[in-house]
């Protein structure tokens, strides 16, 4: 409860450091415009997050002071030393900074405040000192900017990063793509060419049938040709080759491999051979391996689209461009989409295991940021790992929250380091190689922007980083922008 009781006087206000060196008529107009006000044991000053109304200076008692560190109220100081301060120290900022308490203040024993209005501090610190308060604002102002410069360039770096993987991703199908077609192309032509030698007349409209009918189950047969092991493969084709041998087909060896992964034997061929006879037999089977030839090419095209097709859906997926900032999503979408960004990226030794929870529901969330979380800590997590390593990707349900965890089985967090992580450009990488705002930027799109809280956990051979979101909870109006 707070009782306003007198007020202070000049005199006693010069008593405080913090005021000692203000002349007679600044102590004055504190002393009109301040009040004097008693906390009980134990109750609340001012809470942190709530909108900073006041600047409060300590005269009597003892009081504590925490803030809230992933969830939990954490202390970080007590003291009874007359003339300490906090509350609204901010307020001469006026717009440039979001006016709210940045800690919580307890009263440990009865206390008693020398009281501010902020708009009053805010007025004194102006007035009273001009070249500080340019000074101290231009210092706000700059590092807030650097670090929505530093912090676009981390992410542009990121995007980089992850492009030049996806590039190379897309090249390998486009590669095979370009291969498949360009000898596709040959090979319809010597199968058109096969053909006219087979139907010069030779045959008969019958046997001409019987081939075509035998071409077409020779595309079906291409289709559920079964995958053999590389040496039941060999054997099948040494079999065929020599089959193809007592039949006097010349170069046996190079046809027998396109029809085995064609899924043709000897007993189909003998059905050929009873069709045209020996003497047109050369040239049904070379145009039937053309056949089966442009059948697999085609099958290869068509996989190395598909695998295109899916890597532009993944970077839809991730870059959220053709999507609503907000909206309900599945994370396991978000993750598989990053995944993929991240493909180009996985070191041979690093084995990827995901645990995924697939009975978890949509939640509301900001996709593409939240994709910048999912790219910051796997980022770190391959960082720590090196060349070899396990990263596991974990959700689940922790009571109304969804549950996101990324481990790595790197060297883990020192003790001393693992309170500063999460601070605006601490890193802990080699000069140039890091700005220091990835799990900063993290933190704030988590925490700020969907109201969650992202936790870390760290051994040798074990960091786990969870990320908690509410499964249900909206954001409020106005969300504090993340640069």
Not at 204 to 224: F, I, K, M, S, Y
Not at 369 to 392: F, H, P, R, S
Request: net charge negative; with cysteine; charged share 25%.
């Amino acid at each position: 409860m707070t009782t306003p009781t007198d007020r202070l006087t000049p005199d006693e206000l010069r008593t405080l450091f913090l005021f000692e060196a203000l002349d007679d008529r600044q102590l004055d107009w504190l002393a009109e415009h301040g009040r004097v006000e008693q906390r009980a044991a134990g109750t609340v000053v001012y809470a942190e997050g709530e909108p900073a109304t006041c600047f409060f200076v300590l005269l009597r008692g003892a009081v504590a002071l925490s803030r809230r560190v992933h969830g939990d109220e954490v202390e970080v100081t007590r003291t009874g030393q007359r003339g300490v301060y906090g509350g609204a120290t901010q307020a001469y900022l006026d717009d440039e900074a979001e006016q709210v308490y940045r800690n919580t203040l307890r009263a440990v024993d009865e206390a008693e405040f020398f009281v501010l209005p902020a708009e009053s501090f805010a007025h004194a610190v102006r007035s009273w000192f001009p070249m500080a308060m340019h000074l101290l604002e231009g210092l706000f102002i700059g590092m807030r900017n650097a670090q929505t410069i530093v912090g676009e360039r981390e992410r542009l770096l990121a995007l980089g990063s992850l492009s030049a993987g996806l590039t190379h991703e897309l090249n390998n199908p486009a590669a095979a793509a370009v291969r498949a077609t360009s000898v596709l192309r040959d090979r319809v032509a010597g199968m058109r060419h096969k053909l006219a030698m087979i139907a010069d007349g030779r045959l008969d409209g019958r046997a001409l049938h019987t081939l075509v009918e035998l071409q077409e189950e020779a595309v079906a047969r291409v289709a559920a040709a079964p995958q053999l092991s590389a040496m039941a493969a060999a054997d099948a084709e040494d079999a065929l080759a020599d089959w193809l041998a007592e039949q006097r087909i010349g170069a046996g060896w190079d046809l027998a491999p396109t029809l085995v992964a064609g899924g043709l034997d000897e007993e189909w061929l003998a059905r050929v051979r009873a069709a045209v006879g020996a003497a047109d037999l050369e040239a049904a089977v070379r145009w039937l391996t053309y056949t089966v030839e442009t059948e697999l090419l085609m099958r290869e095209i068509g996989d190395a689209v598909t695998r295109i097709s899916g890597l532009v859906g993944a970077a839809k997926q991730y870059s959220q461009l053709d999507r609503a900032p907000y909206q309900v999503v599945d994370v396991h979408d978000l993750l598989d989409a990053t995944l993929v960004m991240f493909k180009g990226k996985l070191p041979a030794g690093v084995r990827l295991v995901k645990e995924y929870d697939r009975g978890l529901p949509p939640v509301p969330a900001y996709a593409a940021e939240l994709n910048q979380v999912w790219t910051n800590l796997i980022d770190n997590a391959l960082g720590a790992m090196g060349e070899k390593g396990t990263l596991t990707l974990r959700t689940g349900r922790d009571g109304d929250l969804l549950a996101v965890e990324i481990a790595d089985t790197g060297p883990g967090i020192p003790p001393d380091v693992r309170p500063r992580i999460f601070e605006p450009f601490f890193t802990t990488k080699p000069v140039g190689s890091g700005t220091g705002l990835g799990l900063d930027i993290s933190y704030r799109i988590v925490v700020h922007k969907h109201h969650g809280d992202i936790r870390v956990e760290s051994t040798p051979g074990a960091t786990t980083f969870r990320v908690l979101l509410p499964l249900t909870a909206a954001p409020a109006a106005g969300p504090e922008p993340v640069p």
